[in-house]
Protein backbone atom coordinates (compact mmCIF):
# COMPACT_ATOMS: atom_id res chain seq x y z
CA UNK A 1 0.00 0.00 0.00
CA UNK A 2 3.07 2.53 0.74
CA UNK A 3 4.41 1.62 -2.50
CA UNK A 4 1.58 2.36 -4.52
CA UNK A 5 0.58 5.22 -6.10
CA UNK A 6 -2.97 5.44 -6.37
CA UNK A 7 -3.74 9.09 -7.77
CA UNK A 8 -3.60 9.64 -10.75
CA UNK A 9 -0.77 10.08 -13.65
CA UNK A 10 0.23 13.26 -15.16
CA UNK A 11 -1.67 12.81 -18.59
CA UNK A 12 1.87 13.03 -20.57
CA UNK A 13 3.22 10.29 -18.26
CA UNK A 14 2.53 6.77 -20.41
CA UNK A 15 3.41 8.47 -24.25
CA UNK A 16 6.29 10.17 -22.02
CA UNK A 17 7.69 6.61 -20.62
CA UNK A 18 7.16 5.17 -24.19
CA UNK A 19 9.38 7.58 -25.76
CA UNK A 20 11.92 7.11 -23.13
CA UNK A 21 11.95 3.65 -23.46
CA UNK A 22 11.79 3.42 -27.77
CA UNK A 23 14.92 6.15 -27.43
CA UNK A 24 16.77 3.90 -25.10
CA UNK A 25 16.92 6.54 -22.44
CA UNK A 26 17.58 4.71 -19.39
CA UNK A 27 18.08 7.75 -16.62
CA UNK A 28 14.38 8.56 -16.33
CA UNK A 29 13.14 9.29 -12.68
CA UNK A 30 11.08 6.45 -10.80
CA UNK A 31 7.79 6.92 -10.39
CA UNK A 32 7.59 6.78 -6.01
CA UNK A 33 10.34 9.41 -6.57
CA UNK A 34 8.30 11.31 -9.55
CA UNK A 35 5.46 11.38 -6.94
CA UNK A 36 7.26 12.66 -4.12
CA UNK A 37 8.25 15.51 -6.76
CA UNK A 38 4.76 16.41 -7.69
CA UNK A 39 3.57 16.46 -4.05
CA UNK A 40 6.46 18.87 -2.72
CA UNK A 41 5.76 21.02 -5.87
CA UNK A 42 2.17 21.48 -4.30
CA UNK A 43 3.64 23.31 -1.31
CA UNK A 44 5.27 26.21 -3.72
CA UNK A 45 1.89 27.87 -5.28
CA UNK A 46 3.23 30.86 -7.42
CA UNK A 47 6.66 29.56 -7.04
CA UNK A 48 9.81 29.45 -9.13
CA UNK A 49 10.98 25.76 -10.25
CA UNK A 50 14.57 24.76 -11.47
CA UNK A 51 14.94 21.07 -13.07
CA UNK A 52 18.49 20.08 -13.80
CA UNK A 53 18.85 17.11 -16.08
CA UNK A 54 15.05 17.27 -17.91
CA UNK A 55 16.08 13.85 -19.41
CA UNK A 56 12.84 13.10 -21.19
CA UNK A 57 10.40 14.82 -18.94
CA UNK A 58 9.23 12.26 -17.24
CA UNK A 59 10.31 13.93 -13.75
CA UNK A 60 9.10 17.33 -15.43
CA UNK A 61 5.53 15.93 -16.01
CA UNK A 62 5.41 15.26 -12.27
CA UNK A 63 6.64 18.57 -11.47
CA UNK A 64 4.43 20.23 -13.84
CA UNK A 65 0.98 18.61 -12.30
CA UNK A 66 2.18 19.38 -8.60
CA UNK A 67 2.58 23.03 -9.71
CA UNK A 68 -0.17 25.59 -9.87
CA UNK A 69 -1.05 28.14 -12.70
CA UNK A 70 1.03 31.09 -11.17
CA UNK A 71 4.40 28.99 -11.03
CA UNK A 72 6.99 28.16 -13.58
CA UNK A 73 9.94 25.70 -14.14
CA UNK A 74 13.04 25.97 -15.98
CA UNK A 75 14.34 22.57 -17.07
CA UNK A 76 18.15 22.22 -18.26
CA UNK A 77 19.69 19.20 -20.05
CA UNK A 78 22.80 19.45 -22.73
CA UNK A 79 21.47 16.28 -24.88
CA UNK A 80 19.01 17.80 -27.44
CA UNK A 81 17.86 14.36 -28.98
CA UNK A 82 15.69 13.66 -25.17
CA UNK A 83 15.41 16.76 -24.57
CA UNK A 84 13.39 16.94 -27.95
CA UNK A 85 10.73 14.09 -25.89
CA UNK A 86 10.21 16.74 -23.44
CA UNK A 87 9.31 19.65 -25.91
CA UNK A 88 6.50 17.09 -28.33
CA UNK A 89 5.18 15.84 -24.88
CA UNK A 90 5.42 18.95 -22.87
CA UNK A 91 6.35 22.14 -24.96
CA UNK A 92 2.46 23.25 -24.83
CA UNK A 93 3.04 24.12 -21.26
CA UNK A 94 2.92 27.90 -21.33
CA UNK A 95 4.51 27.54 -17.40
CA UNK A 96 7.23 25.42 -18.99
CA UNK A 97 10.76 26.59 -20.40
CA UNK A 98 12.97 24.32 -21.65
CA UNK A 99 16.85 24.98 -22.47
CA UNK A 100 19.07 22.81 -24.14
CA UNK A 101 22.54 24.22 -22.09
CA UNK A 102 25.37 22.52 -20.29
CA UNK A 103 23.91 22.93 -16.39
CA UNK A 104 27.21 24.12 -14.84
CA UNK A 105 27.45 27.46 -17.89
CA UNK A 106 23.42 28.25 -17.34
CA UNK A 107 23.70 28.02 -13.50
CA UNK A 108 27.38 30.68 -13.68
CA UNK A 109 25.26 32.62 -15.94
CA UNK A 110 22.06 32.87 -14.41
CA UNK A 111 23.38 32.92 -10.66
CA UNK A 112 21.55 35.59 -9.61
CA UNK A 113 18.14 34.19 -10.07
CA UNK A 114 15.89 32.86 -6.96
CA UNK A 115 14.10 29.68 -6.84
CA UNK A 116 11.77 27.84 -4.41
CA UNK A 117 12.11 24.58 -6.08
CA UNK A 118 15.32 23.11 -7.25
CA UNK A 119 15.19 19.09 -8.24
CA UNK A 120 19.26 18.40 -9.07
CA UNK A 121 19.03 15.53 -11.01
CA UNK A 122 22.56 15.85 -13.20
CA UNK A 123 26.05 16.54 -12.60
CA UNK A 124 25.73 20.55 -12.06
CA UNK A 125 23.48 21.69 -9.32
CA UNK A 126 25.07 18.11 -7.37
CA UNK A 127 27.96 17.45 -7.12
CA UNK A 128 29.14 20.38 -9.14
CA UNK A 129 28.63 24.35 -8.59
CA UNK A 130 26.30 22.88 -5.37
CA UNK A 131 27.08 25.93 -3.24
CA UNK A 132 26.01 28.22 -6.27
CA UNK A 133 22.91 26.39 -6.65
CA UNK A 134 22.26 26.06 -3.12
CA UNK A 135 22.73 30.17 -3.04
CA UNK A 136 20.35 30.07 -5.68
CA UNK A 137 17.15 28.79 -3.45
CA UNK A 138 15.13 31.06 -1.52
CA UNK A 139 14.63 31.04 2.45
CA UNK A 140 12.04 28.01 2.73
CA UNK A 141 12.70 26.87 -0.63
CA UNK A 142 13.17 22.90 -1.16
CA UNK A 143 16.20 21.66 -2.79
CA UNK A 144 15.92 17.69 -3.90
CA UNK A 145 18.04 14.84 -5.26
CA UNK A 146 17.98 11.39 -5.57
CA UNK A 147 20.21 8.88 -6.64
CA UNK A 148 21.80 8.25 -3.25
CA UNK A 149 21.22 4.53 -2.54
CA UNK A 150 23.73 2.45 -3.95
CA UNK A 151 23.13 1.27 -7.19
CA UNK A 152 24.72 -1.40 -9.65
CA UNK A 153 25.86 1.06 -12.39
CA UNK A 154 27.84 3.34 -10.31
CA UNK A 155 31.61 3.55 -11.34
CA UNK A 156 34.35 3.03 -9.21
CA UNK A 157 34.37 5.97 -6.88
CA UNK A 158 30.90 7.71 -6.70
CA UNK A 159 30.59 6.07 -3.47
CA UNK A 160 32.98 8.24 -2.10
CA UNK A 161 31.48 11.25 -3.78
CA UNK A 162 27.83 10.63 -2.22
CA UNK A 163 29.13 9.91 1.03
CA UNK A 164 31.19 13.56 1.01
CA UNK A 165 28.00 14.63 -0.97
CA UNK A 166 25.43 13.91 1.94
CA UNK A 167 28.35 14.73 4.60
CA UNK A 168 28.85 18.05 3.27
CA UNK A 169 25.08 18.70 3.28
CA UNK A 170 24.91 17.54 6.67
CA UNK A 171 27.79 20.12 7.99
CA UNK A 172 25.60 22.98 6.55
CA UNK A 173 23.63 24.35 9.58
CA UNK A 174 21.94 26.90 7.19
CA UNK A 175 19.79 23.73 5.75
CA UNK A 176 17.30 21.26 7.30
CA UNK A 177 17.94 17.94 6.03
CA UNK A 178 16.07 14.38 5.41
CA UNK A 179 17.73 11.23 4.15
CA UNK A 180 15.40 8.49 2.83
CA UNK A 181 16.11 5.27 2.30
CA UNK A 182 13.71 4.99 0.11
CA UNK A 183 13.12 4.58 -3.94
CA UNK A 184 16.88 5.57 -5.36
CA UNK A 185 17.70 7.47 -2.05
CA UNK A 186 15.92 10.64 -2.12
CA UNK A 187 17.20 13.83 0.08
CA UNK A 188 14.43 16.65 0.82
CA UNK A 189 16.59 20.07 1.81
CA UNK A 190 15.19 23.33 2.98
CA UNK A 191 16.72 26.17 3.67
CA UNK A 192 16.70 27.89 7.08
C1 LIG B 1 19.37 11.21 -14.34
S1 LIG B 1 19.05 11.96 -15.88
C2 LIG B 1 17.63 12.94 -15.57
C3 LIG B 1 16.38 12.14 -15.71
C4 LIG B 1 15.11 12.94 -15.54
N1 LIG B 1 14.91 13.34 -14.16
C5 LIG B 1 13.92 12.11 -16.00
O1 LIG B 1 13.04 11.80 -15.19
O2 LIG B 1 13.90 11.76 -17.21
C6 LIG B 1 20.32 13.14 -15.97
C7 LIG B 1 20.22 14.08 -17.17
O3 LIG B 1 21.21 15.09 -17.03
C8 LIG B 1 21.68 15.41 -18.32
N2 LIG B 1 22.99 16.01 -18.16
C9 LIG B 1 24.17 15.39 -17.90
N3 LIG B 1 25.16 16.27 -17.81
C10 LIG B 1 24.61 17.50 -17.99
C11 LIG B 1 25.11 18.81 -18.01
N4 LIG B 1 26.41 19.06 -17.81
N5 LIG B 1 24.26 19.83 -18.24
C12 LIG B 1 22.95 19.59 -18.43
N6 LIG B 1 22.41 18.36 -18.43
C13 LIG B 1 23.22 17.33 -18.20
C14 LIG B 1 21.65 14.12 -19.08
O4 LIG B 1 21.53 14.35 -20.47
C15 LIG B 1 20.44 13.41 -18.50
O5 LIG B 1 19.31 13.62 -19.30
Known amino acids: MFEQIRQQYPLAYNAIKT ?3 RSGFTMASEVLTCSLLKTLAASKPAGK ?27 IDNDETILNIAKENLGVDKRLKLICADGADWIRQN ?23 LGMLEKGGIY ?4 MLPQQN ?6 NKVTDLLAYLDSRDDLAITKLGWATGVVIITKK
Open 154 to 159: WPDGHA
Open 49 to 75: FLELGTGTGLATTWILDGMDSASTLIS
Open 111 to 133: IKQKFSFVFADAWPGKFLLLDEV
Open 144 to 147: IIDD
Open 19 to 21: ASE
